[in-house]
């Protein structure tokens, strides 16, 4: 080894350039350096652990917020191995903690048969912090190497003590660089969703979470099901009313290749079928969601049929008929997934159609007839979706005949704006008369379009489309927005690309908020998905000084703003009015005006955590709603919405 000194010098550099790489351009490694870029860091390490469970050899891991705001990640697998690695001549655990590996995968790690890629965000991580120490449980011994400024080696690997022999394990602190990350905080609820997630997802493993920092009042959670996703059906139908007492859950391997499904129906009207790869969302679907959907459409039709609950001369079931009310888990585990679309949420493998389709129908088909009570309660289910669609159908044709959903006959209450390219124009949904008032006075003509919302919204939750079809305002909203609605929907079509709902921020607000959330959510969740639908925000505080004035929205921010005045500058605060005592001008100057304005956009981040919100809030259950109502004002603010 005449030559070490210099082979690790130049291996020195390379990886240093590796990692400089992924700070000059962190985007590329974690797609992005806002909050949500400082918790994926969280995940990359975390995956390493839960790729040592699915090998087999773990079976806890903890997550801990520390005081300084960095993290914590524990697990009881073997040990990042701590031998020398014979590519770069240094410890394996420095390897993977400074190596950039070539042609890695960085978008949230997975299930590897093979152990080739493993830890490969750990460099990383690494790289975007300031500070990482790693500590190794195994032979007795424990070891520790530590990084620091962005994966520069403080202390090698070292042996700092010993340990029971048994105990075997890999202890990972990081703390993000704050000059990489717009924010350094860590939302607890944010790791905790993902977190149970997590759970939920590998049966068996238990996943624990910890936040240590001062002022919080939570002691922790702790997550373990045996019965995986099956347990997050139930989970997810816990607001909901089930209408048959089991889970279905079904399973099947091929050639390395893992497949599940859990199911169950519920009362209610719209489905909530999310798939996974690899622990993976596979929020755009994939072959492993189209073999279920196909098989499940075939197997219902096929028991209708045969039980002579489906005449002869009655149409088939539709593939929408059939998931009406439908919380569905998919799960696959691959040794090599093809991930595709713009944003990779796409399953590619063609096999795995195959593979869906047959444990899928035939499991769900002895499901049936094993259990000919649910079976009967199932089938029935979807033969009154199938009658629900012909009646919308129906309702949408009267509809249409009498020309109401029609914008040029539209006789109602929408002051439409002169421009007519949507890429420009904005459509108010506006609480109550007077406010309506004052924005059509206080409003840009040219841009600006004012719909009054004046009665009570439906509550769609709780009705399915025909009935949606029967509200005025709903019928209004329909047309003012000129998509259609149903199997007619097209976005293309969509005549503004900001639709901003302006309520007042009090009970009543909410609540309206809320309704039109769910109606946007039931029924036009492309246009939340695309990005149009904002919350406009009333200022709570105006704040004078000389011939300034500033208006904010919340106390934390006239804080701040009173703050940041010289000391001696004399001003005056005064607490704004609601919305329907503005008179125009002020409207415009605090709400409309797109120079001054703030608008909230409202984006379904994570669908999953909505759709419980909406069930809370909406659905049949009455307690949920009281708590959730309870709470109200943070809803508003944790929803994202
Ligand atoms: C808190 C983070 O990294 N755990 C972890 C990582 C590894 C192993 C076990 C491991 C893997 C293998 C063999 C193998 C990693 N090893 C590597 C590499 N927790 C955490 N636990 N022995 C131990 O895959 O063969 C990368 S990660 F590459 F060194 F094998």
Not at 80 to 103: D, N, R
Not at 585 to 590: G, H, I, K, S, V
Not at 593 to 598: L, Y
Request: aromatic share 8%.
């Amino acid at each position: 080894m005449e030559n070490r000194e210099e082979h690790y010098d130049a291996s020195d550099i390379q990886v240093l350039e590796g990692l400089e790489a992924v700070r000059k351009r962190p985007g590329m490694y974690i797609g992005t350096t806002d909050v949500k870029g400082l918790h994926h860091l969280v995940w990359e390490i975390v995956d390493n652990s839960i790729d040592e469970a699915l090998a087999g050899y773990c079976n806890a891991i903890e997550i801990i917020i520390n005081k300084d705001n960095s993290i914590t990640v524990k697990d009881n697998g073997r040990g990042i191995p701590v031998e020398k690695h014979p590519k770069t001549g240094i410890s394996t655990v420095e390897t993977v903690y400074t190596v950039l590996h070539a042609g890695g995968k960085f978008g949230g790690g997975g299930y590897k048969v093979s152990g080739g890629l493993h830890g490969v965000g750990a460099s990383v991580v690494n790289a975007l912090s300031t500070f990482v120490t790693v500590t190794v449980y195994k032979n007795g011994k424990i070891y520790e190497a530590k990084f620091v400024n962005g994966g520069k080696v403080e202390q090698p690997l070292t042996i700092i003590g010993d340990c029971n022999i048994e105990r075997t394990g890999t202890t990972v602190t990081f703390k993000p660089d704050s000059k990489i990350f717009d924010t350094d905080i860590y939302d607890y609820e944010t790791l905790k969703v993902r977190t149970r997630e997590l759970a939920f997802l590998n049966k068996g493993l238990k996943l624990t979470l910890r936040d240590d920092r001062d002022n919080v009042d939570t002691t922790g959670d702790t997550f373990h099901y045996e019965g995986g996703i099956s347990e997050y059906v139930r989970f997810l139908n816990q607001n909901k009313t089930p209408i048959h007492d089991n889970i279905i859950h079904l399973s099947g391997e091929e050639e390395g290749v893992m497949f599940e499904v859990a199911m169950q129906y519920n009362s209610g009207y719209t489905d909530n079928i999310y798939s996974f790869v690899n622990n993976i969302n596979t929020h755009d679907g994939g072959t492993h969601e189209e073999g279920v959907r196909r098989a499940l459409t075939r197997i219902i039709n096929n028991y209708a049929r045969k039980a002579n609950l489906l005449k002869e001369k009655d149409d088939s079931l539709t593939g929408d008929d059939v998931k009406e009310g439908l919380t569905m888990i998919i799960s696959c585990k691959h040794p090599n997934p093809q991930f595709e679309g713009q944003t990779k949420g796409r399953l590619g493998n063609s096999e795995v159609r195959k593979l869906a389709d047959n444990v899928f129908s035939e499991g769900f088909e002895r499901f049936l007839l094993e259990n000919p009570d649910s079976a009967r309660i199932i089938v029935e289910k979807t033969m009154t979706a199938a009658r629900a669609r012909v009646a919308a159908k129906k309702a949408r044709e009267l509809t249409r005949r009498k020309g109401d959903l029609d914008v040029v006959s539209f006789g109602g209450k929408l002051v439409d704006c002169k421009d007519k390219d949507p890429s420009v124009c904005e459509i108010f949904l506006v609480e109550g008369d007077s406010a309506g008032g004052s924005a059509i006075k206080g409003r840009d003509s040219m841009t600006q379009a004012i719909l009054p919302l004046r009665g009570k919204i439906l509550n769609v939750e709780k009705a399915r489309l025909d009935r949606a079809l029967s509200n005025e305002e709903i019928r209004s909203i329909i047309t003012a927005f000129g998509t259609g609605i149903g199997e007619e929907f097209n976005l293309d079509k969509l005549r503004y690309h900001k639709i901003i709902i302006m309520t007042d921020a009090d009970v009543d607000g909410s609540h309206i908020r809320v309704l039109l959330l769910t109606l946007f959510y039931r029924f036009f969740r492309p246009i939340v998905e695309a990005g149009h639908v904002y919350a406009a925000q009333p200022p709570l505080f105006c704040i004078k000084h000389g011939k300034v004035i500033k208006y904010v929205l919340n106390p934390q921010e006239r804080d701040e703003y009173l703050a940041s005045l010289s000391p001696n500058t004399k001003y005056e605060i005064t607490r704004m009015k609601g919305l329907g005592e503005m008179d125009a001008e002020e409207l415009n100057e605090t709400t409309m005006d797109i120079n001054k304005r703030i608008l909230r956009k409202i984006t379904v981040e994570d669908v999953m955590a909505a759709d419980e919100v909406f069930s809370k809030l909406m659905g049949e259950e009455v307690e949920p709603r009281r708590e959730f109502i309870e709470e109200n004002a943070k809803y508003a603010e944790n929803l994202d919405i």
